[in-house]
């Protein structure tokens, strides 16, 4: 299907609540509420957009939310599809895809590591890159990192000597 | 055998002769963490033509007199370069390259990357640059050469005398239980 057929076939089939805009020729957005993610997610399924290319999160410190991104894949329509959603901030939880697709359950742990959001149902979040980490997690806008680096490893000037 | 007098390899004068065939057969494990490992195929091949210095890649760390620690290093990796370090036979010689094991370089404010390698291993040389060029790295090479033959090159006897030091900051990064901020 061409993308405007794609649009008018999600607009036609997908009732819920959603907001559809173009980025260009390839690939488009789609934001829905937290709870519909799963339902959207596996209609796309069916019609075709068979790979989930990632999982990731963006962190909106002034709106106090986490905007969480599945990007889609279809072979057969090659187009890209930005599925997007808005959790809160205090309290990041969202329900797990990863029944859909067996490798969405790493990239949750790495979304879990480094932004601190829980994924309901998903009972395998251990830490996967980070060594003994205590801290906030790292990619958070609130974690301050060159104050962490330099509390960590120490801070150095050029002709420093130990 | 002759070196296993212990009296005489404490002499100071078998130790030069030691060190003079040591500068001219160093085997080196390139521990390839950053983009330094890319700089190190041209150094080895004919255009530099490490060979001629009596210099070559090793596979396993026993058998291996160089550690190279090429660019950046995460805390995970830093685990490993010292599990590495610690298997290697004495003597034996850590090189940092270029400005990332010195200060940090680009990655200064990383979470995850380590800013002085010195804090965790004796380095005996390093090379600046970003990276450095293979005439950096052969020249670099060359003055680690005459730092051993002077007896000059000794951070593997420093390391056993303050490992405490060592060990206590290598425990501060890997083995926390506390958060930092």
Known sequence: MEQKELIEHIEKNFKYKKEIKVIDGKQFTITVEKDKVLNLLSFLKLIDFKQLALITAVDWIDEKKFEIVYILFSYSHIQQILVKTFVDRDNPQVETVKNLWDVASMYERDVHEFFGIDFIGNDDLRPLILHNWKDLPPLRKDFDSLKYSNKMFGKFKKDEEI | ?181
């Open chain 2, 1 to 181: 055998m002759i070196l296993s007098s212990t009296k005489e390899l404490k002499d100071k004068g078998f130790e030069q002769i030691l060190d003079f065939f040591r500068k001219k057969s160093l085997w080196m494990l390139h521990y390839c963490t950053g983009c330094g490992a890319v700089e190190l195929p041209p150094t080895m091949t004919s255009r530099w033509d490490m060979e001629r210095f009596g210099m070559g890649p090793m596979a396993t760390p026993r058998q291996a007199d160089l550690l190279l620690i090429t660019g950046y290093l995460s805390v995970k990796s830093l685990k490993r370069v010292i599990y590495t370090y610690e298997q290697m036979q004495e003597p034996k010689w850590v090189i940092a390259f270029g400005s990332c094991p010195i200060n940090g370089g680009i990655y200064y404010d990383s979470y995850s990357v380590i800013n002085r390698l010195a804090l965790y291993l004796p380095v005996d040389l390093s090379i600046e640059g970003c990276m450095p060029r293979p005439e950096a790295i052969i020249d670099g090479f060359t003055k680690l050469m005459k730092a051993i033959e002077k007896g000059e090159a000794v951070g593997y006897k420093k390391y056993k005398e303050n490992y405490e030091w060592y060990k206590k900051n290598q425990r501060e990064v890997l083995e926390r239980t506390t958060p930092v901020l």
